[in-house]
């Protein structure tokens, strides 16, 4: 059986890691973005899944960081966090406070970074329709393609 202080050990060691995972994501999430706006879509078949196997690894430690909260007795949330925080030793919390907040804030660039990619390719496939539909309507009206 794991203890308890082993647990809060194996929950910063992930938070540490969650970060640099973070950081990477958001280069990834930047070379998206710059691979969208050059539309080269070889490059995105490349990058993608790296992307992705990324995501899947941050979505599984923080599904196991929720287990561990829950195991030391708080909820698996911001707020279970928070709590746990308050109830350690004062030479404990500020190191733990530093490393939570930084990955929140890696996680808000992050979402932010996603959000531009997002838009940038809902506008380059909202030019795409149009020009598709502007060619379908020649090819009713004119039969041939212009």
Known sequence: MVSKRERLQ????EIRQDIEDYKQLRSL???????????????????NPRQNALCQTLARRAKRRGE????????ADNG???????????????P????????GSLVKECQLE???NGKL???QKALL??????EQANQLDYGQPA
């Open 68 to 75: 561990i909260l829950e195991s030391l007795g708080v909820s």
């Open 96 to 103: 733990l406070l530093a490393l939570w907040q930084q990955l």
């Open 29 to 47: 999430l930047r070379h998206q973005r710059e691979l969208l706006q050059r539309r080269d879509s070889q490059a995105l078949e490349q990058h």
């Open 129 to 134: 329709d149009r020009v598709l539909n502007v």
């Open 121 to 123: 390719l809902a506008n």
């Open 10 to 13: 194996i929950l910063v060691r």
């Open 80 to 94: 279970g966090m928070d709590r746990l925080i308050k109830a350690l030793a004062a030479q404990s919390q500020k």
């Open 114 to 116: 996603n959000e531009v």
